[in-house]
C-alpha cells in the first residue's frame, strides 16, 4: 500500500470508527477497531477490552486465535496491561514481556502471552475526554511497532471513544426522556384521580390525595395503580364509593 493510500485508507478508518450510527450495538465500532489495529505494520494480534466491571465485553481480531485467549485471561485472573489501562487510561508502549518488571507485574498473563509466542504488548486506552471506556490490546514482538503505529492506533481507538461516547449519552437521554414521560403520565393519573375523588366526596383535592396514598400504603399498592382505580371504577362501591363505604 503506498502513502497516499495508507493516508486515505486511514482517514476512511477513523470516519468510520468515529460515526456513532455505524452499527446498532456499541460492539459494532470496537469489532472494527480490532480488525483495523490488526492491519497495522508489526501487529500480530489484537484485543479490546470495553471497560465495565459486571461484565467486560472482548473483542478480539487475530490470525492465531490467539488473542481472545489472552483478553479472557486478563478479565478471568483481573490482570494484564489491557485490564490496567481500562481502570487507569494510562498508555503502556511496547513492553516487553521478558522483562522482570512485567513477569512481576502480570506473572500469570505474562507468561501466557510469551507461550502464544508474543514477546510484547502495547495497551492503549480507548476514552473521550476524561471518561474511561476501554483499551486496546496490540500482541506484537519486542520493537516491531514504531512510534507511529502507535500513534496511529491511538488515534484509531480514540475516534471508537467518540463514537461509543456519543451513544452512551444518546442511551442515557433516551432513557431519562422515558423516565420523564412515565413520570408525566402518573401525575396527570393522580391529578385526575384527585378531581374525581374530591368532587365525589365533597373533599378539598389536597384531601383526596392523602385519602389516597393512605389507601395504598396500608394496601401496599402503587399510587398509580389505586388513581387509575378511582377513575375508572364504579362511584357507588369499592374503597372510595360516593356513599362512603369502606
Not at 481507538?157 to 422515558?178: E, F, M, N, P, S
Not at 383526596?208 to 394496601?219: P, V
Request: aromatic letters at 4%; proline letters at 5%; hydrophobic letters at 40%.
Amino acid at each position: 500500500m503506498s502513502p497516499a493510500d495508507r493516508e486515505e485508507h486511514l482517514i476512511a478508518a477513523l470516519l468510520d470508527l468515529a460515526d456513532p450510527a455505524g452499527g446498532q450495538e456499541a460492539a459494532d465500532p470496537v469489532e472494527r477497531l480490532a480488525a483495523y489495529c490488526l492491519r497495522l505494520p508489526g501487529v500480530q494480534a489484537g484485543g479490546v477490552l470495553l471497560a465495565d466491571e459486571r461484565e467486560p465485553r472482548i473483542m478480539t481480531a487475530d490470525r492465531d486465535d490467539a488473542a481472545e485467549a489472552l483478553e479472557r485471561v486478563q478479565v478471568e485472573l483481573d490482570e494484564g496491561p489491557c485490564r490496567d489501562t481500562c481502570r487507569t487510561g494510562v498508555t503502556l508502549a511496547d513492553v516487553p514481556l521478558r522483562h522482570p518488571d512485567a513477569r512481576a507485574r502480570w506473572p500469570r498473563f505474562t507468561a501466557q502471552a510469551l507461550d502464544r509466542g508474543y514477546s510484547a504488548t502495547t495497551a492503549l486506552p480507548v476514552r473521550y475526554r476524561d471518561r474511561r471506556l476501554g483499551a486496546v490490546n496490540l500482541f506484537h514482538q519486542h520493537g516491531a511497532l514504531t512510534h507511529r503505529e502507535i500513534t496511529l492506533s491511538q488515534a484509531l481507538a480514540d475516534a471508537v471513544g467518540i463514537g461509543l461516547a456519543y451513544r452512551q449519552d444518546l442511551h442515557g437521554l433516551r432513557d431519562r426522556t422515558g423516565q420523564l414521560q412515565t413520570a408525566l403520565v402518573s401525575r396527570v393519573l393522580i391529578e385526575q384521580a384527585k378531581g374525581v375523588l374530591a368532587e365525589r366526596l365533597g373533599l378539598t383535592p389536597d384531601e383526596a390525595f392523602t385519602l389516597m396514598r393512605g389507601y395504598a400504603r396500608a394496601h401496599q399498592t402503587r399510587l398509580t395503580e389505586v388513581a387509575r382505580r378511582v377513575i375508572t371504577g364504579p362511584a357507588d362501591s369499592g374503597p372510595f364509593a360516593r356513599s362512603g363505604r369502606d
